[in-house]
Structure formats: C-alpha cells, structure tokens
C-alpha cells in the first residue's frame, strides 16, 4: 500500500519560507506524477505545483508561480516545494498527491498545515 507523508509545514511571518517535504513508500516513485495541492476550510482543494514523471517538466498555480518551486528527488522517492515570499493568503493544509499518468491510480498524504501570521 502507497503512503505519502508530508512533513515542514509550521508558522511563519510574511515574506519568510519554507520547504516542504513528500516522503514516498510503496509505489514506483519514478513513474508518478507528483502535485502539491492546499486546500482551507470551506474550499476546495486547490493545485498548488506538479511536475511528471521522467521528463521532469513542472507547472504552477497563478497565485504561486515565481514564488514556488516544486522538485523531486527519485533516488530518495521524495518531493518537495520550495515555498518563498510567503503570503497570508498561501495558509492552507498542503497536501503531496501522486498520480500514474498510465492507470491514473492516485494516492494523497495526510497533509501539513501552513500558517503566514504576522
């Protein structure tokens, strides 16, 4: 059985960072997409970053793009994001998802929660 667990999530101020982490088990990592999405209470779950499998290529949500950066590293069946210049609008619950682009079988963390607060 595939488990995601999400770890770096905290409270920062405005304009600070942080980096979270996706610890991957029980799947072939190299063959899945993997996503961040958020989601805050009452929304619904929003794309944050992605990027796919072997060729890498990455894309962005509007709210997030040139402020984050997701990765991944297949060696270590792990991805991340990069979260820089935080905003009070970017608190949510994170949550790492994977996805095989071939039979679509999809798997989500538990999520992290992030907290911009002056």
């Known amino acids: 059985q595939a488990q995601l667990e999400e770890s770096g999530g905290g409270l920062v101020q405005p304009g600070g960072s942080l980096r979270l982490s996706c610890k991957v088990s029980?799947?072939?990592?190299?063959?899945?997409?993997m996503s961040w999405y958020r989601q805050t209470p009452g929304q619904e779950r929003e794309l944050v970053a992605a990027?796919?499998?072997?060729?890498?290529?990455?894309n962005y949500g509007d709210s997030v793009k040139g402020r984050f950066t997701i990765s991944r590293d297949d060696a270590k069946a792990q991805t991340y994001l990069q979260m820089n210049n935080l905003k009070l609008e970017d608190t949510a619950v994170y949550y790492c998802?994977?996805?095989?682009?071939?039979?679509?079988?999809?798997?989500w963390g538990q999520g992290t929660q992030v907290t911009v607060s002056s």
């Open positions: 990027i796919t499998p072997l060729s890498g290529k990455t």
């Open positions: 029980g799947l072939t990592f190299n063959m899945y997409a």
């Open positions: 998802k994977a996805r095989s682009p071939w039979s679509s079988e999809t798997f």
